[in-house]
């Protein structure tokens, strides 16, 4: 195992293929001109073109010319949908009018972020966990903080990430896996849970939970055989709890809930799927202060010279509207707009189960994550596009454990759900004795 280069590209999971802009991305390599002498990054030169929202992007450009009047809908998003309550929208609408007076100007703040937001964000998500404001590093957004931690970590790190997933690196054609990252197989055959067991030791273990694509939530049980494994092995887990705001069966929304995790784990959060701050920018990373190097050295304090080098703070205006967000009256409207999603994924989910479809996920995260067994995920978006003039996702594009597999989101209007039920009903009801992929029905999670 050589040295991680590159990982995770969270937005790219999330991003509308409908809003991404097709030549932007298609790189064709062409000489616009004379060439300076510099060379290029061979971290950067590792890494394959985005592929997965491109070509979805591509194909829906496609069926919209061939089907010019249809009303595509698109279960493909992780964007969300519905309006900030107004309450949060109110409060930084108020900060931002009085940066036009005298007594309300700020300027720069504290580039690890507000107190008084720190130490909301402290007292919402981990009251009980003994994690304090001074661990709380406000960001613009969990990815920016995926970022800065690889800065933190060097290109030297060894890296696991579940399968699916959606790593970068040193990219395999034949294996459709990069080299040098340790792939950990997550199904049904184990509970969506990695065989740790099976899996080698690395320096960092990227774990999301609730899952994205799978919709997945890892128990209790499993993160504390995920802490031993990482204190056993002297690893790092850096644990993305963007969607734990979903979780409704009572299994853990913070690794901090497992005993031992603030001597092995960084955990990664953000506002964007818990209050729709997707396009507002805000989220916040936990770094323990027992979180220390081989050499006894805190992480903590190089993290802290990491984003107040590289980093002049999240906008004021985003973090007025965080606070906002954690007020009681705050908590209580973006609990509505949860629900709304939540709604939307039951519908999907009884949807597609009553069609005989094997489904999981979906019941603490947004994401179903459908099992087309015996067939090749981009046969069936494509065969689902052309029929239903329904996006959706194939799975295989978050890695060769997304094979045979659809990601379908609750992120969307209700009308659109409704709307996408009936064309599923209608498809599936009169195809059923063609196709391959069903089987018995059931939901699990
Ligand atoms: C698992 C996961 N983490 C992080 C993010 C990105 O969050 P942010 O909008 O805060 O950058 C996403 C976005 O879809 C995600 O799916």
């Known amino acids: ?65 061939k089907h010019p009047n249809v009303q595509l809908i698109s279960l493909g998003t992780g964007d969300t949908t519905e309006p900030i309550p107004k309450q949060i929208t109110s409060d930084m609408s108020n900060f ?14 504290l580039e690890q972020g507000d107190k008084v937001l720190r130490k909301a964000i402290a007292d919402t998500f981990y009251g009980h966990l003994r994690v304090k404001s001074n661990e709380v590093f406000v960001s613009d957004g969990a990815q920016s903080d995926i970022s800065r ?45 990695p065989d740790l067991s099976k899996t080698p030791r690395t320096d960092v273990i990227f774990f999301c939970s609730p899952n994205n694509p799978t919709g997945y939530v890892a128990s209790k049980r499993q993160l504390h055989q995920l802490v031993e494994f990482a204190k056993t092995n002297g690893s790092i887990i850096i644990f993305d709890s963007a969607y734990a705001a979903f979780i409704e069966d009572g299994s853990p929304r913070s690794i901090y809930e497992i005993s031992g995790a603030r001597e092995v784990a960084i955990e ?28 006894g050295f805190p992480i903590i304090n190089d993290f802290h010279r990491i984003v107040t080098t590289s980093f002049d703070g ?86 060769p454990g997304g094979e045979e597999y659809l990601r379908i989101s609750g992120f969307g209007r209700r009308d659109d759900m409704v709307e996408a039920s009936r064309r599923l009903r209608s498809f599936f009801n009169t195809r059923t004795k063609h196709f391959p992929f069903l089987s018995s029905a059931s939901n699990t999670n």
């Not at 004379?34 to 929202?53: A, H």
């Not at 009553?354 to 947004?366: C, M, R």
């Open 268 to 295: 990664i959060s953000s506002f964007s799927k818990f209050a729709g701050f997707t396009g507002v920018r805000l989220g916040w990373t936990i770094i323990p202060d027992e979180l220390l190097y081989s050499n």
């Open 149 to 193: 931690i690889q800065l933190l970590l060097g290109s030297g790190v060894t890296i696991a990430v579940q399968d699916p997933t959606f790593p970068t690196g040193n990219f395999h054609e034949a294996t459709k896996k990069y080299q040098n990252v340790v792939y950990m197989p997550c199904g049904p055959q184990n509970s969506f849970f």
């Open 314 to 399: 999240a906008s004021n205006i985003a973090q007025a509207g965080g606070l906002a967000c954690l007020s009681p009256v705050g908590l209580k409207e973006i609990r509505s707009v949860i629900n709304y999603y939540k709604e939307n994924r039951k519908i999907l989910m009884e949807t597609l189960a009553s069609l005989g479809l094997t489904v999981y996920g979906g019941i603490n995260a947004p994401y179903l994550w459908v099992h087309f067994k015996g067939s090749k995920s981009w046969d069936v978006f494509a065969e689902i596009l052309e029929k239903t003039h329904i996006i959706t996702v194939p799975g295989s594009g978050f890695g």
């Open 96 to 109: 931002a009018h009085a940066l036009s007076t005298v007594e309300g100007y700020r300027g720069y703040g």
């Open 1 to 65: 195992m050589v040295s991680l280069t590159f990982f995770s590209s969270a937005s790219s999971l999330s991003s509308s293929p409908s809003k991404i802009v097709k030549s932007s991305l298609d790189f064709e390599l062409k000489k616009l001109g004379g060439c300076t002498k510099l060379v290029r990054n061979v971290n950067l030169e590792k890494l394959k073109n985005n592929y997965l929202f491109p070509e979805i992007s591509r194909r829906e450009l496609e069926h919209v010319k």
